[in-house]
């Protein structure tokens, strides 16, 4: 138990479909992330949320929208994905102090297949 | 760009024997590094960390490794077991404004019972 918690684990959708991922996280922490993980890639840094203020986007395509309504819930919204989307999707969250970054802190993660 | 990578991709350990996962990185600026370990279906998992201003730090059975100078951290587990079995992370952040951590691609480590 990691104190982040993702739903759902597996998700199967087609390219027209409209789905979302949902995270949160039980740590009082107040910065958020989702990072996507392809096989044999390093770990890439989607979307940062720091005191529900997005303050990050890593050029990611329109077509994943993320949403941070408090500091405990992340979302990430999925529509008109493509087959190469399909990857393990990580959610995680961290305790930002005095501008100083600590520990993240990751969910068991979304396996997305797009077909 | 800044990067961290690995220098072996897949580390095969007997039951029982050390093991030593290494790491280099690029950015000076660094001022913080962690390990993860990623079991197999499962996220990233805090292991240990340190900061710039130590060269050793100690958990439970493992030991993290700092050279600023070569720019190269290793992470070294006694008496490795078959639950150690997983990929290995090493990343490293800098301050300022929020946390940005780079990843490495990983090392494999696999025990041999």
């Known amino acids: 138990e990691t104190g982040v918690t993702q739903t759902p684990r597996h998700l199967v959708m087609g390219m027209t479909n409209k789905k979302s991922l949902k995270c949160e996280q039980h740590l009082g922490h107040n910065a958020m992330y989702w990072y996507k993980q392809s096989a044999k890639k390093p770990l890439e840094l989607m979307f940062v949320y720091s005191l529900e203020e997005r303050v990050e986007n890593n050029s990611v395509p329109s077509r994943f929208s993320p949403e941070c309504p408090n500091s405990s819930h992340l979302f990430l919204h999925l529509h008109t994905l493509q087959p190469e989307d399909s990857a393990l999707y990580l959610c995680?969250?961290?305790?930002?102090?005095?501008?100083?970054?600590?520990?993240?802190?990751f969910g068991e993660g979304s396996w997305l297949t797009v077909v | 760009g800044e990067s961290v990578g690995l220098h072996l991709p897949t580390l095969s350990v007997q039951e029982g024997d050390n093991s030593i996962i290494n790491c280099a990185y690029s950015?000076?600026?660094?001022?913080?590094f962690i390990w993860y370990k990623q079991e197999s279906g499962k996220g990233p998992q805090f292991i240990i960390d340190?900061?710039?201003?130590?060269d050793k730090r100690q958990g439970q059975r493992v030991t993290v490794l700092l050279n600023k100078t070569v720019k190269h951290l290793s992470l070294q587990i006694a008496a490795t077991q078959p639950g150690d079995s997983a990929v290995y992370f090493c990343?490293?952040?800098?301050?300022?404004?929020?946390?940005?951590?780079?990843f490495g691609t990983g090392t494999k480590l696999q025990v041999i019972p």
């Open positions: 950015n000076s600026a660094s001022d913080y």
């Open positions: 340190i900061r710039s201003n130590m």
């Open positions: 995680a969250s961290s305790q930002e102090r005095d501008f100083r970054g600590n520990t993240i802190y």
């Open positions: 990343a490293e952040s800098n301050s300022g404004g929020y946390q940005k951590v780079t």
